[in-house]
């Protein structure tokens, strides 16, 4: 009786162990599947000057995007308009920095959409200049379902001087920003809180490594850098495709 509980206690055991591996397999061929799918198609835009490109300023603000094409796409697509001239704007100068990468501005328009609805969470929206109408502060990351981050910045961006945490329309964190932080608007700050500014650091960042956003490799590889989730890559792959769709 006792070789058989024993051998009862195995089975069970042994049918755990395969049940849990057999999870974990299909998990990782989904995730592989997913990063494997083609990337979203490059919608198209129609800019009427391109301003001189530099390594951290530039103002994007304008005379870059065509105000028709402007007009008509933010109605498709629900995109604010002042949001998509940013995000146009910013693909476009992102690519001439960084021929190789070719971003889409609606990549960069999905990325802005799953971080902060483009600049309205939490009621807010964004000035005629691309200033968001109010702090967008992401939670604090202390491990808590997110990662941990410890402070990096003294609280001077998020205004937590014990955990960091994700800023702006476009949602980065301190160091982050501290690497990949563009002047988008020519006024000689670096503010995550301007859309200008946020959408021209994302693009450039999602171009850093000499990705080809055009390959599925390489643009999913650009989003996961910008947040390691399949769940936060499926989302943005559906809408950049939704927004490709709608231009």
């Known amino acids: 009786m006792l070789r058989l509980k024993r051998l009862a206690v195995f089975c069970l055991f042994a049918t755990c162990v395969i049940s849990g591996l057999l999870f974990w397999a299909l998990g990782q061929s989904g995730a592989a599947g997913l990063r494997g799918q083609p990337p979203p198609p490059q919608a198209g835009m129609k800019l009427t000057a391109l301003p001189d490109f530099s390594a951290r300023a530039v103002d994007i603000t304008d005379g870059t995007v065509d105000p028709e094409w402007l007009a008509r796409t933010a109605k498709q697509t629900?995109?604010?308009?002042?949001?998509?001239?940013?995000?146009?704007?910013?693909?476009?100068?992102?690519?001439?920095?960084?021929?190789?990468?070719r971003v889409g501005w609606n990549t960069v328009a999905a990325i802005g959409f799953v971080e902060s609805g483009h600049g309205s969470h939490g009621g807010g929206s964004l000035s005629g200049t691309g200033q968001a109408s109010g702090p967008i502060i992401g939670p604090?990351?202390?491990?808590?379902?997110?990662?941990a981050i410890p402070d990096t910045d003294d609280g001077v961006l998020d205004g937590d001087a014990v955990w960091d945490r994700a800023v702006g329309p476009m949602q980065f964190i301190p160091t982050t920003w501290d690497l990949a932080?563009?002047?988008?608007?020519?006024?000689?700050?670096?503010?995550?809180?301007?859309?200008?500014?946020?959408?021209?650091?994302?693009?450039?960042?999602?171009?850093?490594g000499g990705r080809d956003l055009t390959t599925a490799g390489g643009w999913s590889g650009a989003v996961l850098s910008y947040n390691?989730?399949?769940?936060?890559?499926?989302?943005?792959?559906?809408?950049?495709?939704?927004?490709?769709?709608?231009?």
Not at 197 to 206: E, N
């Open 78 to 101: 629900g995109i604010p308009a002042r949001a998509l001239q940013a995000y146009a704007a910013a693909a476009e100068l992102a690519n001439t920095a960084t021929p190789a990468c």
């Open 140 to 147: 604090s990351l202390d491990g808590g379902g997110f990662a």
């Open 181 to 208: 932080g563009r002047d988008g608007n020519g006024d000689g700050i670096a503010d995550p809180l301007n859309i200008d500014d946020a959408a021209l650091s994302a693009a450039s960042y999602l171009c850093r």
């Open 228 to 247: 390691q989730s399949d769940t936060y890559l499926r989302q943005v792959r559906d809408q950049a495709n939704e927004y490709a769709a709608l231009s």
